[in-house]
Structure formats: C-alpha cells, structure tokens
T-cell receptor, first 112, second 114 residues
Framework: DADVTQTPRNRITKTGKRIMLECSQT?????MYWYRQDPGLGLRLIYY???????NKGEISDGYSVSRQAQAKFSLSLESAIPNQTALYFC???????????FGPGTRLTVL | AQSVTQPDIHITVSEGASLELRCNYS??????LFWYVQSPGQGLQLLLK??????LVQGIKGFEAEFKRSQSSFNLRKPSVHWSDAAEYFC????????????FGKGTKLTVNP
C-alpha cells in the first residue's frame, strides 16, 4: 500500500463550488504539506503543518484553507473554486529534522 | 534574491547517451540539496540528496549528482539514459537555518529519443 494517498485522484468541478482534497499517510510523520503544480512554475507551497496543532501559510495560500484532523490526515479546501485554481495538487510528508519529503500521487483538479 | 534555478526547461537526448541536468542555487549558506523525478502521471520521487561530506552523491536508478560549492551548483548526471528516464526532474533545496521547507526549481523536462 502507498505511504501517502490522496483522494480524489481526479476532480472536475464548477466555479463557485466548495472542494475538499484529502491526504492520508502511514509513514508516521509529523509534518505534512500541500503544493500545487502548474506547467512551467514547478511546485509551490500552499500550506504546511508541523504537527496537529500547527498550521502555516505557504507562498500561495489565498483562496485555500486546510485542516489537520489527525497526525495522519491533512485536508485542503477550496471554499469557492475558480478556474485559475485548475492545477495538479500534491500532498507530502516529512519526519522532523529529516528534510526530504515523500509525495502522494497527486490530485488533478479542473475548475470550469 | 534567494532562488533555485534550473536553466533548461526541456532537454532531448538519445537513448544510451549521457545526461546532465543543471541546477544552481542562490543562498548565503549552502542549503540542503535534492533531486526529485516526476514520471508522467506520477508523484515526485526522491532521486538523491546532499547534506554534507563527499561532493559526489549516488542515487537511485543509476543517477548521481555533484555538488560544487564554487559554482553554487548541484548538477544531476547519468552515463547512459534509458527510455524510461523520460520524466520531469526537479532540483530542490532546504535553506539552512530556515523553516525546513523545500524550495523547488521550475523543473526540466527530459525527452528520450529511441
């Protein structure tokens, strides 16, 4: 079984809809991250969490919110989706002081 | 400004040829250095990392990278490319003394011709 899973893998939605992307991990890591990937822009950090009670904004948090329900679960929400949020979204985890991150398979989100 | 630069957006090589992907960084202190690979439709997989010590680092899938402090570079190499190496490659850094967040370059897409 994969160590970092994301659901759904693909989602098409309409402008104005609320969307939640979910991430679960079995690696026992405290740290979890959400990124979005756009062609030619690499990966940009949306939010990150170093433990259940710690939530931090990344470089592009506007229009997004997160919830860390447990050590193993970290959800990303788009309260009112807009077309320029169409992207590939990745969840990642890391252990404290370990620096390298482990990525999920990604969620491809299309906002019409 | 602090940054990670991958100068080549797209590289095409023939199968069996050698490969070098460039990565340069601009930070006051040498950051921790990583290369990730993203195969089509997949997530990112760590190829190798450099924290300190021997400047030539061996990774998975036959890749290696060399850290050159004088050039602020961490270039990825492979002696003989296979068709399955076609993917997008990302250089990433964790700045020392920072918040332990990865900062990614914009990626280099590798095409392998038969």
């Amino acid at each position: 079984d994969a160590d970092v899973t994301q659901t759904p893998r693909n989602r098409i939605t309409k402008t104005g809809k609320r969307i939640m992307l979910e991430c679960s991990q079995t690696k026992g890591h405290d740290r979890m991250y959400w990124y979005r990937q756009d062609p030619g822009l690499g990966l940009r950090l949306i939010y990150y969490s170093f433990d259940v009670k710690d939530i931090n904004k990344g470089e592009i948090s506007d229009g997004y919110s997160v919830s860390r329900q447990a050590q193993a679960k970290f959800s990303l929400s788009l309260e009112s989706a807009i077309p320029n949020q169409t992207a590939l979204y990745f969840c990642a985890t890391s252990g404290e002081g370990r620096y390298e991150q482990f990525f999920g398979p990604g969620t491809r989100l299309t906002v019409l | 400004a602090q940054s990670v630069t991958q100068p080549d957006i797209h590289i095409t090589v023939s199968e069996g040829a050698s490969l070098e992907l460039r990565c340069n960084y601009s930070y006051g202190a040498t950051p921790y250095l990583f290369w990730y690979v993203q195969s089509p439709g997949q997530g990112l997989q760590l190829l190798l990392k450099y924290f300190s010590g021997d400047t030539l680092v061996q990774g998975i899938k036959g890749f290696e990278a060399e850290f050159k402090r004088s050039q602020s570079s961490f270039n990825l190499r492979k002696p003989s490319v296979h068709w399955s190496d076609a993917a997008e490659y990302f250089c990433a850094v964790v700045p020392q003394g920072g918040s332990e967040k990865l900062v990614f370059g914009k990626g280099t897409k590798l095409t392998v011709n038969p």
